[in-house]
């Protein structure tokens, strides 16, 4: 069964950085799948926090993610990763990896899911 498992969550200091990783597992055209990341903070929506292309050629980011957070790809090793730096407390969410057909797909939520990994940020 094709799946997606994230890690690399945890808690961080306000200012500290982390870096999740998605592997997709048993996906044999994740090297042709748009992917990206989510997060849901308690009491609140799942909201998008990045996109990549299959290729990793092109990119996008909710506005709070811009300049602190770097999403990358690595399609040898079926691997997606967010690199998240300057953390603050608004940050603390789970942290969902998605992939599908298209970057329109994955941007709207429509993909698949990981089942998510804690990250808190401790001010």
């Known amino acids: 069964q094709p799946h997606l498992v994230e890690s690399g969550g945890g808690l961080v200091q306000a200012g500290g950085s982390l870096r999740l990783s998605c592997e997709a597992s048993g996906r044999t055209s994740f090297d042709s799948e748009a992917t990206g990341w989510f997060r849901q903070a308690p009491g609140k929506e799942r909201e998008f926090v990045a996109y990549?292309?299959?290729?990793?050629?092109?990119?996008y980011y909710a506005d709070f993610a811009k300049d602190r957070f770097t999403i990358s790809r690595d399609n040898a090793r079926n691997m997606v990763y967010l690199q998240m730096s300057n953390l603050i407390v608004d940050d603390t969410a789970i942290y969902y990896c998605?992939?599908?057909?298209?970057?329109?797909?994955?941007?709207?939520?429509?993909?698949?899911w990981g089942r998510g990994t804690q990250v808190t940020v401790s001010s």
């Open positions: 990549i292309s299959w290729s990793g050629g092109s990119t």
């Open positions: 998605t992939a599908g057909d298209t970057g329109t797909t994955v941007v709207a939520g429509h993909g698949s």
